[in-house]
Structure formats: C-alpha cells, structure tokens
C-alpha cells in the first residue's frame, strides 16, 4: 500500500474519557541541566542531549552517556579568539551576518552520521557515533556556510569564510584535518550577491557546490569554478556570470542558466559548457522563456518553459523536434517511459519521444490554472489519475478519455487528502467530510463512500493513513477511522490546551516518508523537516572491505552497527500504527499514544507546558521526554 506524499506529521489533541492511571517513567536520567533540546539518532537509536554547556549521547539500551563534550571544551581561549577574528571581519561587511546560523542548535548534516552544532556562533561538526569533534570553528579559524557530505571518502566539502575571504574547503573526517583550502570570493562580493537576491537584480543567483568524479563544480556570487578534488587547484573560472547550473549526467559538459534582463525577465540563457575547460559547446546561447523543467538524456536535453517544451541536440543546441509540445502558461511536464504528460493552464495533455499528440485534445483537470496539482501520474499501468484543488478524475492512457464523463468536484478551501492502494490500483480521496473510492471499473463519477456529519476542524487534517481495515484521518480537531465499506469506525473529538495558535507539532506517524526500501548493501540517514517528520535525507552505500579500510563511513561505522541500522529502518518504514498527539488531559497537558485501527488510547503520559521536549522512537514507540534536567524515558506499549 502506498500513502498520502503529502501526509505530516501532526498534533491532535485528545480529551477522551478513557481514565488512565498517572503514568511513571520507566528510566529517568537526571542530567546536570536543563535540558535544551533532544535529537533521536536514527542509525542506532541513540538520544543526543543538549543542556546549555554540554552535548552528551545517551544509550536507551545500557541506559548510560556513551559520550559527552563540554562547551568549554570546544570553545576554548584561543578558539574564542581566533572565531571572533572571523566575525568581525565578516560582521563589518554590511549584510552577511545573517548568511550564518547563530543560535545554538544541533541537526545531523544531510546524508551522514555527523551531527552539525552551532555553539556561540561557532561550528562544530561531531561523530554521532563516537562524539568525536571532526570540525571546529575556533580552531580551523573559519565559519561554515554550506556543507556537504562526500560518503565515499568520508569527507566534508565546505564553503567557509575566513577573514573577508571565501574559500572551498575539503575536510578529510578520517583526521579531523584540512585537506586543502582555495580562496574563490571575498565576504564583499558574498554580501553583493546576497543583498542582489534580496533585492531582485539580475545577478542575483543560485550558490552551490556538487562533486563529480575528480573534480568540484562551485559557483560565488554567480561565478563557476572548477577545482581538482585531490588537490583544490582552480582548474577554470568562468568569465561570464551565471544564475544555476547543473552537471551532466555523463560529466562531459556543465548545463548553465542565465538570465536575460532582470531577475524578473520572462526569458532565459542556456548553454552547455565543456567541463575540461568551461568553453561553450554551443555557439549560440538559447533563449527561452522561464524555463521550468530540463532532463538530461545524454546526447540531448529536454528543455521545458512556461509556454512548451522541447530536446535540444547536446552536438548543437538545435531542436530535435520541428514544433515545440505547446501551451499557455505551463505548469508541470512529467516523464513517463518514451511519453511526456504535461500540465498547461488548465489541462492536461500527452506527447510521444518525438513530440506528437498522442491525445485529439487536453483534458481540463481544473477549474482555474492556480488550483493546486496534488497527484498526477500513472494508476495501474493504463490510467492517469488526476487530483486538484477542484476535481478529481480518471483518464484512459491510451484514448484521452475521461473514465468519468464527470469528475469529483472538490471544496477548494478544504484539504484534499488521498491514498492509494497499488495492489488493487484503487484511490481513497477525502475532501469537504467525503471519502470517495476511485475504481477504474466503475463508468459513471462514484458517490461518496463515506458522508461525515460533523468535523470540529477540517482545514487541520492533513493525515492519512491506508490499512486493509480502512483509512485514518488525523487532524487537529479530530482523528476518525473510516472502514472499507465506508462505516464511521470511531470519530474522537480533540481540543487544544493553550489555546489555538499554537503551530501543530508531532505525532508518530513517522515513517511514511522514509524510503520505500531498505536493503542490506546500504545505510539511510535521517533528517526531520520544518513539521518535526522524519524524511530520508541521503544513503550511503556498505562497501567492501578494502573500501571500508580506506576511511568510508560505511567502514567507520563497522558491521554491526549496519546490521542493526538496516533492522532499525526496515522496522521504520512498517510503523504508522499509532499517533503520538498531545491533549488537554484533566490535570493539564498530556501526550496521548492513539491506536488508529479503532481510536483507542493505549498510553497517557504527563508533561508540564504546551511545547513539551520529546522524540518518538518509530521503531519501539519508546517516548523520551526532557523534564527540567531529567531525560524520562517510557517504554512502547
């Protein structure tokens, strides 16, 4: 079964009759303060544990600190002074400071086990799994403000600035060492190009870093360099600015944008550059209007904009097709085998690999083009399954023909929620108190499966959760249970202590967003979004042993540790069962385990505000809960 991509993590906030004795902690670990903030590693299970001058890593299984380091450990004299050398050089350029996180904070670097740490303005990088310190502001003598993660080697990739310069840093994590470093901007020239994309000039641009074999692709203040990775030596800079850039899938050439006129031009620059010596491989630059989609097949580019689209020959930078797959205002283009689906205004249409209509005319999916696409794609191998802000209907791949001469009108200011069940290639689609059920088999618009008399909030539902019982809504007012046949199997009323304009915070439907697979040849790192959700920010892959020698992640991680890494994730993705919601108990706020199968609780614990400090492990349900300078832990159940 497949879920809702848009499913969130949420709070519902349960004021139920089921009376529970209060609930004690199974371990409580007293800590020497307040803690600040609780970060679930996802690789082995760990709780890190940030008190105001210490970062420590708590093992649930043994029940002990596994590592700990002080504040004033890291943040030493000399590295005091050396950082603030950093800052007021980089404070005396007029709108940079805010390129940097300042506050103090810890998250883990996207695609590693390394946990990022922003302490009084200074960088830290650390070994989650060990707590050893691979990177230190004070000491290296610059700020971070990019990072990269490069797993084969076990290496971080910075975009650093020291003094009012800018520089690419490799940084070997094997030695907790500078590879090498490579002056590519002044803190001046950063600035500009800040202050340009706050202000919308044209030189405003997209700054990032990417590796591919050997080299490096970096782009400060719209100028492209490429650097010898083993070394760092500058191996070309472009002379002309660009906006974005991408590489190649082969690597033998830099796809490169660039605005024509203002940021606020409707036309764009495109060329591809050969990536040996940044010279342009076409003669001519492309002018295209904004363009909205590119896709690179090797020998050719597929180059979408807001009026049509087209493949342009790598050799020349001529069309492939003789007329552009065209329409007004386009949206969207999806790939599909050889064809092309794409979203113009208001419809939809499909083209073959070599541009022609496969379709006598688009289908109108929507009422107005700014009505929101939530699903399009392929359903069961020969339909296309449209759901917007408006409608929703069933299209015959082949003919073009709407399954339904009529499509579901949906309540446009009302969540559209959707899941999907491959194994029978049917839909579940809840809009406006509704559920209905798209079946292919069907020949006319189906009536509602399910009619709900009354939800306390609806615009907060934005859970859905498939079961081979039926679906869960969970939403801030409400967590309801429908069944199959389309039976209310329980609707539990929710309301929220402190009143309403508290942000939703967590609940454990964590997992949905978690890869689809995990196999045993490779280990996925996790990452929370702006909504507290676990989503799959990287994966790095178990290399063999003379890799794993050399320094890999994969190798400093060791065998047994991935082995329970892959059990962890295979447990993570299974979990969706119960959501964790916090409540308005009897005695003040409470965090409430739900069963979603029939809208039981299961569990209640006491907390002591509104905002409470917890993480959910996905695997046991364990609750670890920061109390004043106790980390409480209790068990799943």
Excluded at 86 to 113: C, E, K, R
């Amino acid at each position: 079964m497949r879920t809702n991509v848009n499913s969130v993590l949420v709070a519902a906030l349960f004021s139920g009759a089921t009376v529970f004795a209060q609930r004690q902690a199974d371990v409580t670990i007293p800590f020497s303060q307040d803690i600040q903030q609780v970060l679930l590693n996802p690789v082995n299970g760990h709780v890190i544990v940030r008190e105001k001058e210490t970062i420590s890593d708590y093992n649930p299984e043994t029940q002990k600190t596994e590592w700990s380091i002080k504040k004033s450990d890291v943040v030493t004299v000399g590295a005091l002074e050396n950082t603030q050398k950093v800052l007021d050089a980089v404070g005396s350029v007029d709108g940079l400071m805010g390129a940097f996180q300042s506050s103090d904070d810890i998250y883990f670097v996207q695609g590693s086990p390394y946990v990022r740490a922003i302490l009084e303005n200074r960088d830290i990088i650390v070994n989650s799994l060990t707590g050893q310190v691979v990177f230190n502001s004070g000491t290296a003598g610059y700020r971070i403000l990019q990072s990269q993660f490069l797993p084969e080697a076990n290496e971080f990739l910075l975009l650093a600035s020291e003094g009012k310069f800018f520089y690419s840093v490799l940084w070997n994590l094997q030695d907790g060492a500078e590879k090498w470093k490579t002056e590519i901007g002044t803190a001046a020239s950063m600035a500009g190009a800040l202050k340009d994309a706050l202000s919308f000039k044209n030189t405003a641009s997209e700054d990032k870093t990417e590796q591919k074999g050997d080299a490096i692709y970096t782009s400060v203040n719209g100028i492209l360099y490429k650097l010898d990775k083993q070394t760092g030596k500058i191996l070309w800079q472009a002379k002309d600015k660009i906006n974005k850039f991408y590489i190649s899938q082969t690597g033998k050439n830099i796809i490169v944008i660039k605005n024509s006129g203002s940021i606020l031009s409707s036309s764009q620059l495109l060329n591809i550059w050969n990536s040996q010596d940044g010279t342009p491989g076409w003669k001519n630059d492309v002018k295209s209007k904004f363009i909205i989609y590119l896709e690179d097949w090797a020998d050719k580019l597929l180059i979408a904009h807001s009026s049509g689209f087209n493949f342009y020959n790598y050799a020349d930078g001529k069309k492939v097709w003789k007329k552009d797959a065209v329409g007004s205002n386009f949206r969207q283009v999806i790939s599909i085998a050889q064809d092309y689906l794409y979203v113009a205004d208001k419809t939809v249409n499909l083209v073959d690999g070599n541009g022609q209509k496969k379709w006598k005319k688009p289908v109108e999916i929507s009422k107005t083009p700014e009505d929101p696409i939530y699903f399009l794609d392929i359903l069961g191998g020969n339909q296309v399954l449209f759901l917007t802000g408006t409608s929703g209907n069933l299209v015959d791949y082949t003919s073009g023909k709407k399954i339904w001469k009529k499509n579901i009108e949906f309540e446009k200011d009302r969540p559209v929620l959707y899941a999907i069940d491959d194994a029978t290639n049917t839909v579940l689609v809840y809009n406006d108190k509704k559920v209905y059920k798209f079946d292919a088999k069907t020949t006319v618009a189906p009536k509602p499966l399910a009619k709900l008399k009354k939800v306390k909030n609806e615009e907060s539902i934005s859970d859905i959760g498939l079961f081979d019982w039926g679906i869960s809504l969970v939403g801030e007012g409400d967590v309801i249970g429908i069944g199959l046949d389309g039976a209310v199997k329980y609707q539990n009323p929710y309301t929220e202590p402190g009143g309403g304009s508290r942000k939703l915070m967590k609940a454990a439907a964590i997992g949905l967003k978690v890869a689809k697979s995990v196999s045993q040849d490779e280990i996925i790192f996790l990452a929370k979004d702006e909504n507290g959700e676990y989503i799959e920010t990287g994966r790095a892959k178990l290399f063999d042993k003379k890799t794993q020698q050399a320094g890999s992640v994969a190798g400093a991680i060791g065998d047994a540790l991935l082995a329970k890494s892959a059990n962890r994730f295979s447990a993570m993705k299974a979990n969706g069962d119960y959501a964790f919601v916090l409540s308005k108990g009897a005695n003040g706020p409470e965090l409430v385990k739900v069963k979603k199968a029939d809208g039981t609780e299961v569990d209640k614990i006491d907390i002591d505000n509104n905002k409470p400090i917890y993480e959910v492990d996905p695997v046991n349900d364990n609750v670890y809960y920061a109390f004043k300078n106790e980390l409480r832990t209790y068990s799943g159940k």
